[in-house]
Nanobody, 119 residues
Framework: QVQLVESGGGLVQVGGSLRLSCAAS????????MGWYRQAPGRQRELAAF???????NYADSVKGRFIISRDNVKNTVYLQMNSLKPEDTAVYSC?????????????WGQGTQVTVSS
């Protein structure tokens, strides 16, 4: 079982920056693929950024060049640095963990943190 706790959300002005953190419990963190998803009001949840256990990263086109995902396997934490924020980045951001073990895939979600970009 993995528990994910996000922090760092809040209200920021257009063009500002925020850094989200997701602390994970358990001893398997370094083997987890981790991601940040977001869901805006009235819209489907979408992937914002993803980082594999081997630190390969993937970004939604809408955040490329502005967001950076990283991980610290000592602190069991994944980060999302968000720069040049736009009103359309307003959403609930949720941390996601994926672990493959003995042929099975396990997925976990955090509770989400609100990011609001005001103009």
């Amino acid at each position: 079982q993995v528990q994910l706790v996000e922090s760092g959300g809040g209200l920021v002005q257009v063009g500002g920056s925020l850094r989200l953190s997701c602390a994970a419990s358990g001893s398997s963190f370094s083997r987890n693929d981790m991601g940040w998803y977001r869901q805006a009001p009235g819209r489907q949840r979408e992937l914002a950024a993803f980082i594999t256990s081997s630190e390969t990263t993937n970004y939604a086109d809408s955040v490329k060049g502005r967001f950076i995902i990283s991980r610290d396997n000592v602190k069991n934490t994944v980060y999302l640095q968000m720069n040049s924020l736009k009103p359309e980045d307003t959403a609930v951001y949720s941390c996601y963990a994926r672990l493959s073990f003995l042929g099975r895939r396990y997925e976990y979600w955090g509770q989400g943190t609100q990011v609001t970009v005001s103009s």
